[in-house]
């Protein structure tokens, strides 16, 4: 089983910066990939960004077009911790955010990760 923890959320003015962090603990794999997704009220589950990365390859990484060019996926693998840089937020960004894994590449298919964090609460005001 593999563990996820959200942290850094909270509330940010439009055109503002945060940063969410995903921790994983328990069992590892030699290819593994992390997504964020978010879910507004009223919505459904959205993906947001993911990165795999393997023993054999560099890190890979993946972005839903509404979010190219303002947020950035990164890793620290000594910490294992996945990092969300958002920028340039936007009202369209507040949600809850939630950090998943699986074991294999990345997916924007949000059914295909098999562990989920609780989820952490992002609002940008207007």
């Known amino acids: 089983q593999v563990q996820l923890v959200e942290s850094g959320g909270g509330l940010v003015q439009a055109g503002g910066s945060l940063r969410l962090s995903c921790t994983a603990s328990?069992?590892?794999?030699?290819?593994?990939?992390m997504g964020w997704f978010r879910q507004a009220p009223g919505k459904e589950r959205e993906f947001v960004a993911a990165?795999?990365?393997?023993?054999?390859?560099?890190?890979?990484?993946e972005y839903a077009d509404s979010v190219k060019g303002r947020f950035t996926i990164s890793r620290a693998s000594a910490k294992n911790t996945v990092y969300l840089q958002m920028n340039s937020m936007q009202s369209e960004d507040t949600a809850v955010y939630y950090c998943?894994?699986?074991?294999?590449?990345?997916?924007?298919?949000?059914?295909?990760?098999?562990?989920w964090g609780q989820g952490t609460q992002v609002t940008v005001s207007s």
């Open positions: 328990g069992r590892t794999f030699s290819n593994f990939a």
């Open positions: 998943a894994g699986r074991a294999g590449v990345a997916t924007p298919t949000a059914r295909q990760y098999d562990y």
């Open positions: 990165i795999s990365w393997s023993i054999w390859i560099s890190d890979t990484t």
